[in-house]
């Protein structure tokens, strides 16, 4: 035992019936609750029916537990056992037509490795392990189906770092909370940030690897900053090396710090266009763009579409390294989309490269724009990216890489009023509250900000304004949305977060 550290040795030797795990990410919780699996499955007699179940999130997260850490134990203990491949995929439940990984001991004693689906412990009996329950998207259904199978004296351990799109609403969040008050549901309750773990002597673990395979190692100071540094936000960092769960419930997404730090003394046109008339005839010429912008800058633009109630909101920022500074605003109210779309077409005629909404009443004004404007312009499925969005929102302003104007608070208030919320099963949702000095937008001023910012990820190295490229875009899918992309909020190495 002396091979794990302390707070692993605390877990594995914990027989405790009901179990639970607030911990950081990669710290070895997993690796320590497979050598427990494959421990208990040895320590059964012969002809034994004993079945150990394991819940991940996923079909691979799954065959992994097997493969990369069960199979490992079964090696070093010289343990006879079928499956360790994970070539032995058997139906649990053929109902539902559920299958698992499944290793058998050469005593009678199974590991059943499966993905996350709460009706496969439905009539099952044994020790369940939720791995990774901050990641399911039924907890409260998957908890409730599984605590059931423990009845006759087996055993439940739940295992999980917070999900960074989770909320404090989630149930792994709320059993943690009662694990941690009054206790009323008996759970042995354990828990390791990222500090205590390094206090334990993670890093000295981790440079034995690193000094097997010829890389650096690192002082406990070192090695916690680069962790550090290299999240996006500090939600990130709380929520996956912390034990901090996501507050939501009306909490300012950008915190009012990060805010009040990027309002800066800047030159920036806001141009507003009522209707279809009124300022029009200047905001679609594209010399008039190229007066308010000065050339030899890199700018790009972010595009939120509404033709009625909402604004519709072209947000351009002027790139200064991984600096982002808000240089022109139009927002246009009720105003006709071929009229929209002249502005637009004037920006993106002098050089500039955008992206817009293109979902909804979007999608046929982004769909001509990028005919149009090939390589300079692309569409965003909003519906589907909105939380990628955010996230890129937040940590732009948290790693101060984008600036706005000090005479315009009616910008600070748009990106103010989108609020954290969460959803019935607990995940992060975003809203958008009042913007009392604009009432008429709704977030959309904020949300085309966050779309410039991905206009900065697509185009990054692309062309200065008055230089036209013909490069085409080259577009990842909405759920690749970080992959392949310079980051423009990339954390500086003194990343201050606010």
């Given at each position: 035992?002396s091979?794990f550290?302390?707070y692993q040795?605390?877990w594995?030797v914990?027989?405790s019936?009901?179990?639970?795990y607030?911990?950081?990410?990669?710290?070895?919780?997993?690796?320590?609750t497979s050598?427990r699996?494959?421990?208990?499955?040895l320590r059964?007699?012969?002809?034994?029916?004993?079945?150990?179940?394991?819940?991940?999130?996923?079909?691979?997260?799954a065959?992994?537990?097997?493969t990369d850490?069960?199979?490992?134990?079964?090696?070093?203990?010289?343990?006879?056992?079928?499956?360790?491949?994970?070539s032995?995929v058997e139906?649990v439940?053929?109902?539902h037509?559920i299958?698992a990984?499944?290793?058998?001991y050469?005593?009678?004693a199974?590991i059943?490795?499966?993905s996350?689906?709460?009706l496969a412990?439905a009539?099952k009996?044994?020790?369940?392990?939720?791995d990774?329950?901050?990641?399911?998207?039924?907890?409260a259904?998957?908890?409730a189906?599984?605590y059931?199978?423990?009845t006759?004296?087996?055993?439940?351990?739940?295992?999980?770092?917070?999900?960074p799109d989770?909320?404090?609403?989630?149930?792994?969040a709320?059993?943690?909370?009662?694990?941690?008050?009054d206790n009323?549901?008996g759970f042995?309750?354990?828990?390791?940030t990222?500090?205590?773990?390094?206090a334990?002597?993670?890093?000295e673990?981790?440079n034995?690897v690193?000094?097997?395979?010829?890389?650096?190692?690192?002082t406990?100071?070192e090695?916690?900053e680069?962790?550090?540094?290299?999240?996006l936000?500090?939600?990130?960092?709380?929520t996956?090396?912390?034990?901090?769960?996501?507050?939501?419930?009306?909490l300012?997404?950008i915190?009012?710090?990060?805010?009040?730090?990027?309002?800066?003394?800047?030159d920036?046109y806001w141009?507003?266009?009522?209707g279809?008339?009124?300022g029009?005839?200047?905001?679609?010429k594209?010399?008039?763009w190229?007066?308010?912008?000065p050339?030899?800058?890199q700018?790009?633009?972010?595009?939120?579409?509404?033709?009625?109630?909402d604004?519709?909101?072209?947000w351009?920022?002027?790139?200064?390294g991984?600096?982002a500074m808000?240089?022109?605003?139009?927002?246009?109210?009720?105003?006709?989309f071929?009229?929209?779309k002249k502005v637009?077409a004037?920006?993106l005629?002098?050089?500039?490269?955008?992206?817009?909404?293109?979902t909804?009443?979007?999608?046929n004004?982004c769909?001509?724009?990028?005919t149009?404007?090939?390589?300079?312009?692309?569409?965003v499925n909003?519906?589907s990216?909105k939380m990628?969005?955010g996230?890129?929102?937040?940590?732009?302003?948290e790693?101060h890489?984008?600036l706005i104007?000090?005479?315009?608070p009616?910008?600070?208030?748009?990106?103010?009023a989108?609020k954290?919320?969460h959803t019935s099963?607990?995940r992060?949702?975003?809203?958008v509250g009042?913007?009392?000095?604009?009432?008429?937008?709704?977030?959309?001023?904020a949300?085309?900000?966050?779309l410039?910012?991905?206009?900065?990820?697509?185009?990054a190295g692309?062309?200065c304004?008055m230089?036209?490229?013909s490069?085409?875009?080259?577009?990842?899918?909405?759920?690749?949305?970080?992959?392949?992309?310079?980051?423009l909020?990339?954390?500086?190495?003194e990343?201050r977060?606010?």
């Amino acid at each position: 035992m002396s091979y794990f550290l302390p707070y692993q040795q605390r877990w594995i030797v914990d027989d405790s019936p009901l179990k639970i795990y607030e911990k950081s990410r990669r710290v070895g919780i997993t690796y320590a609750t497979s050598y427990r699996a494959n421990r208990k499955c040895l320590r059964e007699p012969q002809g034994s029916s004993f079945v150990q179940w394991v819940s991940s999130r996923d079909d691979l997260t799954a065959k992994e537990f097997i493969t990369d850490y069960v199979a490992k134990w079964a090696k070093e203990s010289n343990a006879i056992a079928r499956g360790l491949d994970g070539s032995n995929v058997e139906v649990v439940d053929e109902k539902h037509g559920i299958t698992a990984y499944v290793v058998r001991y050469n005593n009678g004693a199974r590991i059943c490795s499966l993905s996350s689906n709460p009706l496969a412990f439905a009539g099952k009996g044994g020790d369940i392990l939720l791995d990774e329950m901050d990641l399911h998207l039924d907890q409260a259904t998957l908890y409730a189906m599984a605590y059931p199978c423990i009845t006759w004296g087996n055993q439940l351990e739940i295992v999980s770092a917070y999900n960074p799109d989770g909320s404090i609403e989630s149930e792994f969040a709320q059993l943690c909370k009662r694990a941690k008050a009054d206790n009323s549901m008996g759970f042995s309750m354990h828990r390791t940030t990222l500090t205590d773990a390094i206090a334990e002597g993670f890093v000295e673990k981790v440079n034995e690897v690193k000094a097997a395979k010829g890389r650096p190692t690192q002082t406990r100071e070192e090695f916690y900053e680069q962790i550090r540094r290299g999240c996006l936000t500090r939600s990130a960092f709380e929520t996956q090396y912390m034990c901090v769960p996501n507050e939501t419930s009306g909490l300012q997404f950008i915190e009012p710090i990060c805010l009040n730090n990027a309002v800066q003394k800047l030159d920036c046109y806001w141009g507003k266009l009522e209707g279809s008339n009124g300022g029009e005839d200047t905001l679609i010429k594209p010399e008039f763009w190229r007066e308010v912008l000065p050339a030899g800058k890199q700018y790009v633009l972010g595009y939120d579409v509404a033709r009625t109630g909402d604004l519709s909101s072209v947000w351009v920022n002027r790139l200064d390294g991984n600096c982002a500074m808000l240089a022109a605003l139009v927002t246009m109210h009720k105003t006709r989309f071929e009229k929209q779309k002249k502005v637009l077409a004037a920006l993106l005629k002098c050089g500039i490269t955008g992206a817009g909404d293109n979902t909804g009443l979007g999608m046929n004004i982004c769909e001509d724009l990028e005919t149009e404007f090939a390589g300079s312009f692309v569409g965003v499925n909003f519906a589907s990216s909105k939380m990628q969005l955010g996230t890129l929102l937040q940590s732009a302003f948290e790693a101060h890489n984008q600036l706005i104007p000090l005479q315009y608070p009616e910008i600070k208030a748009d990106l103010a009023a989108i609020k954290k919320d969460h959803t019935s099963a607990g995940r992060l949702l975003l809203t958008v509250g009042k913007n009392e000095l604009v009432p008429e937008s709704h977030g959309d001023i904020a949300w085309s900000c966050a779309l410039a910012l991905y206009a900065a990820q697509e185009f990054a190295g692309g062309p200065c304004r008055m230089e036209p490229s013909s490069k085409k875009a080259v577009r990842d899918s909405d759920d690749e949305f970080y992959t392949s992309r310079r980051n423009l909020n990339e954390i500086s190495k003194e990343n201050r977060w606010c």
